[in-house]
């Protein structure tokens, strides 16, 4: 790589490792807790042990918690990965290479792309589908309901704590 500035050079070798470990990080921790996922219901349903069969109910949908938690942390390593990766392509078109940008390019014909978050929803869909079969409708509803609910209290406290904070520390600077 020829680089016209040194600088340039040292920054984007640095941001092209980094998001070279993030996407490790992601793939790894998704691989992780998708798996823990899937292993506790199992564990509960296998039926081996009779004490535990009470608890199938709760195992699945925190099974399916697990599964939310994995996605969320994906997709939040994803966009993390993205602005690396922009901040990449504005190199690179500045100092005239072209690596990030060729690596981008996906393959696939006409409208239609593959994008591995595909493949998430879909076993999300899956999921949520044999948490659905496995709890029970009225169990179901009040899990989700719940989830949705606590979802939405902390997006609003998020909204609402953050700026506080935020105009805390421009008056302290100020």
């Known amino acids: 790589m020829n680089f016209k500035d ?33 292993i506790i219901p199992g564990i509960v349903l296998r039926g081996d042990i009779k004490s535990l ?7 699945t949908a925190f099974g399916f918690l697990v599964y ?3 996605t969320y942390h994906y997709f939040w390593l ?6 690396i990766r922009d901040r990449l392509v504005e190199i690179e078109k500045n100092e005239g290479i072209d690596i990030i940008t060729t ?16 493949a998430i929803w879909i076993l999300g869909a899956a999921y949520l589908y044999l948490t659905f079969l496995i709890v029970g409708k009225v169990f179901f509803l009040y899990y989700i309901g719940s989830l949705i609910l606590s979802i939405l209290i902390l997006a609003v406290l998020y909204n609402i704590i953050i700026p506080a904070f935020q105009k805390e520390k421009k008056k302290n600077k100020g």
Request: proline residues 3%; without cysteine; glycine residues 4%.
């Open 6 to 38: 040194e600088k340039k050079k040292f920054e984007y070798e640095k941001l092209f490792a980094y998001e070279m470990e993030l996407t490790k990080l992601r793939w790894t921790v998704f691989a992780a807790l998708f798996s823990v996922s899937l």
């Open 78 to 83: 994803h966009r993390i990965s993205h602005r």
């Open 103 to 118: 690596v981008r390019k996906r393959p696939g014909g006409g409208f239609l792309k593959p994008y591995f978050h595909w």
């Open 53 to 59: 069969e009470s608890w199938a109910k709760y195992a």
């Open 68 to 70: 939310l938690t994995a």
